[in-house]
């Protein structure tokens, strides 16, 4: 009987439950399903297809994507070997660079810059080839450089790719005299292109901006606001300035007009 026990524990030591590979059935377990007498064979298990989370910095670049980025960020993507790939986005990715390039030259100016005597060479007679310079003589304390001066800021707004300075007279030419004040110098390439002295050539203490820059465009094509491509040409700003020298003009004339009615 003891005997009989050791070789029962022996037997339970060997024990095992098979497990085949998990979806396989036998010939055997296929019949008594084909007879109904054991449920049908369960499916599979298939884990879900792995997609990996979406990373922006792998997302095709866009030109919408291109024009949110910084002039820094354009020039980061020279090593882009995605942007390699792709010759449309890399001409458009040197294109707008480009762009970005000329509207920061455009707003180095914009408005009227003093300098000194030791300055004009420098920014002016030396001022790039594409740049107009406009330079007024002036001094402190004399009403009609204060009134032409206004003027010229106006102006430096309206055109901020042509380059206005400002520089007391005297500092500029030795014993000039005051009763020649104001005075504007209009420069291009490193020579004189035009000379105004007095304030009688812009209508006096009448002047305004406008009339200011129909003068000025008698040296040339001055006046540059920077977005019309190599340069507008003379007639063009003279078209304009016209235009809008005529709407003013007409309004203050309408206000006058108003102003008489309320008067009576």
Same mark, same amino acid.
């Given at each position: 009987?003891?005997r =009989?026990?050791? &070789?029962? @524990?022996?037997?339970?030591d060997?024990?095992?439950?098979? +497990?085949?590979?998990?979806?396989? #059935?036998?010939q055997?377990?296929?019949?008594?399903?084909r007879?109904?007498?054991?449920?049908?064979?369960?499916?599979?298990?298939k884990?879900?297809?792995?997609?990996?989370?979406?990373?922006?910095?792998l997302?095709?670049?866009?030109?919408?994507w291109?024009?949110?980025?910084?002039?820094?960020?354009?020039?980061?993507?020279?090593?882009?070997?995605?942007?390699?790939?792709?010759?449309?986005? =890399?001409?458009? &990715?040197? @294109?707008r660079?480009?762009?970005?390039?000329?509207?920061? +030259?455009?707003?180095?100016?914009? #408005?009227?810059?003093?300098?000194?005597?030791?300055?004009?060479?420098r920014?002016?007679?030396?001022?790039?080839?594409?740049?107009?310079v406009?330079v007024?003589?002036?001094?402190?304390?004399?009403?009609?450089?204060?009134?032409?001066?206004?003027?010229?800021?106006?102006?430096?707004?309206?055109?901020?790719?042509?380059?206005?300075?400002?520089?007391?007279s005297?500092?500029?030419?030795?014993?000039?005299?005051? &009763?020649n004040?104001?005075?504007?110098?209009?420069?291009?390439?490193?020579?004189?292109?035009?000379?105004?002295?007095?304030l009688?050539?812009?209508?006096?203490?009448?002047?305004?901006?406008?009339?200011?820059?129909?003068?000025?465009?008698?040296?040339?094509?001055?006046?540059?606001?920077?977005h019309?491509?190599?340069?507008?040409?003379?007639?063009?700003?003279?078209?304009?300035?016209?235009?809008?020298?005529?709407?003013?003009?007409?309004?203050?004339?309408?206000?006058k007009?108003?102003?008489?009615?309320?008067?009576?």
């Amino acid at each position: 009987m003891e005997r =009989e026990r050791e &070789r029962e @524990r022996e037997m339970a030591d060997y024990h095992f439950v098979y +497990k085949d590979v998990e979806g396989a #059935s036998t010939q055997w377990d296929d019949i008594q399903r084909r007879l109904g007498n054991l449920p049908p064979k369960p499916e599979p298990f298939k884990p879900s297809p792995f997609v990996p989370a979406d990373d922006p910095d792998l997302a095709p670049k866009s030109k919408a994507w291109l024009d949110d980025r910084t002039p820094a960020e354009l020039e980061d993507l020279e090593d882009d070997h995605d942007l390699d790939d792709d010759r449309f986005l =890399e001409e458009y &990715r040197k @294109r707008r660079l480009e762009e970005m390039r000329e509207a920061a +030259k455009v707003a180095r100016f914009g #408005s009227v810059t003093q300098i000194s005597g030791s300055d004009f060479v420098r920014e002016v007679s030396q001022a790039p080839e594409d740049v107009w310079v406009v330079v007024l003589l002036f001094k402190e304390g004399i009403q009609d450089c204060a009134l032409l001066l206004q003027c010229l800021e106006e102006l430096a707004t309206k055109y901020p790719a042509t380059k206005f300075v400002k520089i007391i007279s005297t500092d500029c030419i030795p014993n000039y005299p005051d &009763r020649n004040l104001p005075t504007i110098l209009v420069y291009n390439n490193g020579a004189v292109k035009g000379t105004y002295v007095g304030l009688h050539h812009f209508g006096s203490r009448r002047c305004t901006s406008e009339a200011i820059a129909l003068t000025l465009c008698q040296s040339g094509p001055v006046l540059n606001d920077g977005h019309s491509g190599d340069g507008p040409s003379r007639q063009g700003i003279l078209k304009g300035v016209q235009k809008r020298f005529i709407e003013k003009v007409v309004a203050d004339h309408e206000n006058k007009d108003v102003d008489d009615e309320d008067s009576d």
